[in-house]
């Protein structure tokens, strides 16, 4: 790995264990996987949890760049590039 990325990576990596641990349970995601697997017409995708159904909402009214911009900022993306 190259070393100029070491402090970007540890805090991107500190930033998605929190989302991580702050996420739905487990069970939720393992709900809807059974719900598609045992569908007789499946969709060609689905949501797990209430965020995911926000931002499913989200990205159909707001144009893509607001959202990434959005997700960028909600994981703090950008203030982990300006550090270098």
């Known amino acids: 790995m190259i070393d100029e990325y070491r ?3 540890a805090a991107l990596g500190n930033t998605l264990k929190e989302v991580v641990e702050a996420g739905d349970e487990p069970g ?3 709900d ?3 719900k598609a697997a045992t569908a007789a017409r499946p969709k060609l995708r689905y949501e797990a949890g209430a965020l ?5 909402i989200l990205r159909r009214f707001a ?4 959202v ?3 997700v960028r900022k909600d994981l703090q993306l950008d203030a982990r ?3 270098q």
Do not use: F, K, Q, T
């Open 52 to 56: 995911a159904n926000r931002l499913r």
């Open 81 to 83: 590039v300006a550090l």
């Open 63 to 66: 144009p893509g760049s607001l």
């Open 28 to 30: 939720i995601a393992a």
């Open 68 to 70: 990434d911009a959005g």
């Open 32 to 34: 809807v996987v059974l």
């Open 7 to 9: 402090e970007v990576r």
